[in-house]
């Protein structure tokens, strides 16, 4: 399955993303072991994954030092940088949801 990134698909992992770290953030303050563990399995699962299969692409290249100059390149480039924001913005809505959900049920 060949999934083409966008501003949609940047928007899903960011709420993804917050879905899942949020909560995680609220239960998880020892160290330890199982807590890193923990700390590592979730930032695979709803951050680094879904960031590089959906925001950034798997079939990305990588770009010279020269992409300023390279009309193809640079637009790109803003392409990647509007996915970014998308899925920043996502994540930030989407936390400060999940905030308030988890503070009317405390």
């Known amino acids: 399955m060949d999934i083409k990134p966008s501003n949609k698909t940047a928007a899903i992992a960011g709420m993804w993303s917050a879905i899942g770290l949020v909560p995680l953030n609220g239960w998880v303050y020892t160290a ?13 699962v709803f951050l680094f994954v879904p960031f590089i299969y959906l925001v950034l692409g798997k079939n990305r290249h990588k770009f ?3 992409w300023i100059g390279d009309p193809a390149e640079r637009a790109e480039y803003f392409l990647i940088v509007k996915r970014i924001l998308s899925w920043l913005g996502a994540a930030a809505l989407t936390a400060a949801i999940v905030l308030g959900v988890m503070k009317l049920a405390a």
């Open 32 to 44: 330890g072991t199982a807590t890193t563990l923990a700390w590592l399995a979730v930032f695979t």
């Open 64 to 66: 010279s030092r020269t």
